[in-house]
Nanobody, 122 residues
């Protein structure tokens, strides 16, 4: 499975961005799709995930209510709509796919995209 993330950029605090991650080479609907991020000098952390079977969603506490993850199985694409962005959301955002039991655990994911940079200015 190949994953291609896009949609990052520079935005002012309070603004919005939508990230996309297009998948190819696998049965997309089988996979849990996740978004993780890594800020400079910090560990990679879970942001959000969505199951393939029933589209159940999971969020990091600090983004719940601001970010929305969704998927379009017909387009093999997962999205992350990010609203009310804060400077602390600045990071490289990665999408990931896998047959996952614990969606917040990065080691559960088998496939990773290349990352897209989100910069939120204050």
């Amino acid at each position: 499975v190949q994953l291609q993330a896009s949609g990052g950029g520079l935005v002012q605090a309070g603004g919005s961005l939508r990230l996309s991650c297009a998948a190819s080479g696998g049965t997309f609907s089988r996979y849990v799709m996740g978004w993780f991020r890594q800020a400079p000098g910090k560990e990679r952390e879970f942001v959000a995930a969505i199951r393939g079977s029933d589209s159940r969603t999971y969020y990091k506490n600090s983004v719940n209510g601001r970010f929305t993850i969704s998927r379009d199985n017909a387009k093999n694409t997962v999205y992350l709509q990010m609203n009310s962005l804060k400077p602390e959301d600045t990071a490289v955002y990665y999408c990931a796919a896998g047959t996952v039991v614990a969606p917040a655990m990065s080691y559960e994911y088998d496939y990773w995209g290349q990352g897209t940079l989100v910069t939120v200015s204050s």
